[in-house]
């Protein structure tokens, strides 16, 4: 175990829905941007129009952080609900304050 963010969400994300968190992550991924890096802790996170993937730089990395429009990237535990619950572990790497935001 150890320091881990969880969340719950939709299985899918309406495009419309999808497009406004991705327009305003991008309005703030320039103040983090000293502290992220792709999902191996290296090169540049990846923002598409599907999603944002990112890591922390190495050696402040540990898990990958994925929100994608499917849960097709993602490691979902399925609720009776229908919501899908994820997590990402961040072991309070500076990259954790960009988990948190988005």
Not at 22 to 39: H, S, V
Not at 85 to 91: D, L
């Amino acid at each position: 175990m150890g320091y881990t963010h969880s969340w719950k969400r939709e299985p899918v994300i309406d495009k419309a829905i999808m497009k406004a968190i991705l327009t305003d992550y991008k309005k703030i991924l320039p103040d983090f941007i000293d502290l992220l890096a792709g999902w191996n802790g290296k090169n540049a996170p990846r923002i598409a129009n599907t999603g944002v993937v990112f890591n922390g730089q190495q050696p402040n990395d540990c898990e990958t952080f994925k929100f994608e429009q499917t849960d097709k990237g993602e490691r979902p535990f399925r609720r009776k609900d229908g919501l899908i619950s994820v997590f990402t572990k961040t072991r309070r790497m500076p990259y954790d304050i960009a988990v948190i935001l988005l």
